[in-house]
């Protein structure tokens, strides 16, 4: 091999090396699109992991929305099959003609991946996205007016459908990849919808070259997006730790004190009441930004608020977050199942039959003569969980109606701070 191209396999494998940056799992799996980086990538690994013992398996996505897919697949296998690595394709055949088709093909994608991944016993996967994708990513999130979290753009390591992805060559560029697999004479699928200007990511793509001239390339975007990555865990680890002193969890509800609150940063404030929301209606994705801003202005006036389902109010110097009555006051549950997404019922002895779950609202507040005792806003307790045969109130736990009932919180104290609460 000629001394350029041996130093150019070198930086390559050098890179993945730095993009893995732990130990090799035991056992890992690769998703090949049959896309010049996965490919690559696919390669690269066949041989990091034969010289650190772990097994690799490949799986390939057909979503069967181009005739040439299932083609493709078979190309991939192919190459599997040379590197004597195993090979699934999956066969994605659920587009029901609703919505958008790219995020439908992509949520399909990672959960039929998932599944295969559980079935292998192969807790990590390694997926092929480069610095140019990175860069598009930042571009994209611009356009939304993304702040640190969101310009953090993808991460070298998450998790999802309880699978970790691994993205190793984030620090990549994608014609680096494609003169790795050019040096080896290996053919890739160039995907036919690359030239199709419909799609958001490919007029990104353009619009990069465009701006290469400034000096705002993949590399440099690539370089924002590990940066943003870094102040954000900072903000994440200040957020933990103001949580920790300021924060406390009662009933379901979080109760912030309302001066320590108002003293911090605005960032730290926004991530506090995101948390909080987030936690209450388990939504992973947290409101825009403004309306945040509004709901904390509005706090500090002492103003009630409603976002996202959740209510807010300012009393005896503390903020309390709770659920929002309008937003549970129709959610019916058999006493024995999960209501609202996190609570469960759990009867004295066994549940007496016809018996529900609902929201214990106005009329079951005027059941439970001593609701006052339990210092909870009267507001927040009209949305807690309480336990119905018809409209006759059997239980009220957390407004002290009904003691030989309880109500238990499925959802962890860890999905608002990573420090032990009670609640
Ligand atoms: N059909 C597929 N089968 C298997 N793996 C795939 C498939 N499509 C994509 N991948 C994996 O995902 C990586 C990123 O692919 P691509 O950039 O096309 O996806 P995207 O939809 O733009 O991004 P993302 O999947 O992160 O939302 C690929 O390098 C590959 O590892």
Not at 64 to 78: C, F, H, I, S
Not at 113 to 118: G, H, K, L, V
Request: charged share 25%.
């Amino acid at each position: 091999m000629d001394p350029r191209a041996a130093s150019a396999d070198a930086e390559l494998a050098e890179a993945l090396r730095a993009g893995l940056s732990d130990a090799l799992p035991p056992r890992l799996g690769i998703a090949v699109s049959g896309g010049g980086d996965s490919l690559a990538l696919l390669y690269l690994l066949h041989g990091v992991c034969a010289a650190a013992g772990t097994y690799l398996a490949s799986v390939t996505v057909d979503h069967g929305l181009r005739p040439e897919a299932a083609a493709e697949a078979d190309l991939v296998a192919r190459h599997a099959a040379e590197l004597g690595i195993p090979h699934e394709t999956l066969k994605w055949r659920g587009w029901g003609g609703q919505g958008n088709l790219q995020n439908a093909a992509r949520e399909a994608r990672y959960t039929l991946m998932a599944e295969w991944a559980a079935r292998g016993n192969l807790p990590v996967v390694a997926l092929g996205h480069t610095a140019d994708d990175q860069a598009e990513t930042v571009l994209m999130r611009l356009a939304r007016r993304a702040g640190v979290d969101g310009l953090s753009a993808m991460a070298p390591q998450s998790t999802r459908h309880g699978v970790t992805w691994l993205r190793p060559l984030l620090a990549v560029r994608r014609e680096a990849l494609r003169d790795y697999l050019r040096r080896r004479a290996l053919d890739w699928v160039e995907d036919p919808s690359n030239d199709d200007l419909q799609y958001t990511r490919i007029q990104t793509r353009q619009a990069l070259a465009a701006f290469e001239p400034l000096g705002i390339d993949a590399d440099a975007l690539a370089d924002v997006a590990r940066n943003m990555a870094v102040a954000r865990e900072a903000l994440e680890e200040q957020t933990d730790c103001t949580a920790r002193r300021i924060l406390r969890l009662d009933a379901g509800a979080v109760v912030l004190d309302a001066d320590a609150f108002h003293s911090q940063p605005e960032e730290i404030r926004r991530r506090l009441m995101v948390r909080a929301l987030g936690w209450i209606t388990g939504n992973p994705y947290p409101p825009r930004r403004a309306p945040v801003a509004a709901l904390i202005a509005g706090l500090a006036q002492g103003q009630a608020g409603t976002l996202d389902g959740c209510q807010t109010l300012l009393r005896r110097g503390e903020i309390w977050v709770f659920r929002e009555y309008n937003a549970v006051r129709d959610r019916v549950a058999p006493a024995d199942h999960l209501w609202d997404g996190r609570w469960r019922a759990v009867p004295p002895d066994t549940f007496p039959d016809g018996a529900e779950l609902r929201a214990l609202g106005p009329d079951g507040l005027l059941q439970c003569p001593d609701w006052r005792e339990t210092g909870r806003p009267r507001a927040m307790l009209l949305s807690t969980p309480a336990i119905w045969q018809g409209e006759n109130l059997l239980a009220a736990p957390l407004a002290g109606m009904g003691q030989k009932w309880h109500v238990q919180l499925e959802r962890g104290a860890g999905w608002i701070n990573s420090a032990p609460l009670s609640h």
